[in-house]
């Protein structure tokens, strides 16, 4: 049986001439046959004993500097049978192998040769319109994804945040499902960030990340550690300011000119106005801290509280 390809054939016509042989070299068992395996004849099983015998005993033998002389000798003459045997097991894979490179040769030539080319070709071509066929794809998840983002009145957002992974098994309907899916979740989280303290900072975060939850605990922990921080601030500034008005009203009782007295175990006596608050007067609490001798601080006090001062 022969078989033909014409270029007025159809490709319905080339399939079944192909389908043709294919079932012809189902059927035929003698397209390559092996007509005679080389034979080889050794006699490796009459040696085996004495070279096994001669290994061993050269394995048992003590190496020492009397004999070392013969112990390399006959290493020697043992590498000599091996490499011996060696050359002969080499051209005989030689002669076993001459054939079939002839036959490869031959092989190669009417099938390998014929086969790559075309199977290269027709790969190529698969390649290519597989990759139009995803192309389109691509294009139409890019429209509906312009479509759908404009639609939400959403201008941030790029097609490779929906994570899509477009193949030749992906269908329209799964694209278009993602996409929404998507959009939908931002556009309801947009909502969510409308409804919380400082939106416009969250949103910016957001933008960044697509967390509304970790957007808005991101703002809430900035605005939490910048009100501990005016807290803080603050708190400095009074304790200035109370520092200023202790050191100012120390220096008004400086300059009332108190004695400088000895420090020894009775203080001078002053006489000082005595000061008395009205019923009506507030009670206020000033904290200082004065330096001076332990007379004059004495001296202090005993003012104070002459004058009226709930001293502590």
């Given at each position: 049986m022969s078989f033909r390809f014409t270029e007025d054939m159809t490709d319905q016509e080339r399939e079944e001439t192909l389908n043709e042989i294919n079932d012809t070299l189902d059927g035929k068992n003698d397209l390559i046959v092996v007509a005679q395996l080389p034979i080889i004849k050794e006699q490796l099983a009459a040696i085996k004993e004495q070279f096994q015998t001669a290994a061993e005993r050269a394995k048992s033998l003590d190496c020492t500097e009397d004999n070392l002389t013969e112990i390399r000798k006959t290493r020697a003459n043992i590498t000599k049978v091996f490499e011996s045997l060696e050359e002969r097991r080499k051209e005989a894979k030689r002669a076993i192998m001459a054939p079939y490179d002839e036959f490869e040769k031959v092989y190669k030539d009417c099938v390998t040769n014929i086969y790559k080319p075309c199977d290269a070709e027709l790969?190529?071509?698969?390649?290519?319109?597989?990759?139009?066929?995803?192309?389109?794809?691509?294009?139409?998840?890019?429209?509906?994804?312009?479509?759908?983002?404009?639609?939400?009145?959403?201008?941030?957002?790029?097609?490779?945040?929906?994570?899509?992974?477009?193949?030749?098994?992906?269908?329209?309907?799964?694209?278009?499902?993602?996409?929404?899916?998507?959009?939908?979740?931002?556009?309801?989280?947009?909502?969510?960030?409308?409804?919380?303290?400082?939106?416009?900072?969250?949103?910016?975060?957001?933008?960044?990340?697509?967390?509304?939850?970790?957007?808005?605990?991101?703002?809430?922990?900035?605005?939490?550690?910048?009100?501990?921080?005016?807290?803080?601030?603050?708190?400095?500034?009074?304790?200035?300011?109370?520092?200023?008005?202790?050191?100012?009203?120390?220096?008004?009782?400086?300059?009332?000119?108190?004695?400088?007295?000895?420090?020894?175990?009775?203080?001078?006596e002053f006489e000082a106005p005595s000061a008395v608050e009205p019923d009506n007067e507030d009670i206020l609490e000033l904290t200082f801290t004065v330096r001076g001798s332990r007379a004059r601080l004495k001296e202090l006090k005993a003012y104070l509280i002459d004058n009226g001062y709930d001293v502590r």
């Open positions: 790969s190529s071509k698969i390649k290519a319109v597989e990759e139009s066929l995803k192309a389109e794809k691509r294009k139409y998840a890019a429209d509906f994804f312009t479509e759908s983002t404009k639609a939400s009145g959403i201008d941030f957002l790029t097609l490779e945040q929906v994570g899509l992974n477009i193949g030749l098994n992906t269908s329209r309907k799964s694209i278009k499902e993602k996409i929404s899916a998507f959009v939908t979740k931002v556009t309801e989280e947009i909502a969510l960030i409308e409804m919380q303290p400082n939106p416009d900072e969250v949103l910016v975060e957001y933008k960044q990340t697509l967390n509304a939850a970790k957007a808005i605990k991101t703002v809430a922990d900035r605005h939490t550690a910048a009100e501990a921080e005016r807290v803080r601030r603050e708190l400095i500034q009074k304790q200035r300011e109370a520092a200023a008005e202790n050191a100012a009203k120390v220096e008004e009782i400086a300059a009332q000119n108190i004695p400088i007295v000895e420090d020894t175990e009775e203080a001078a």
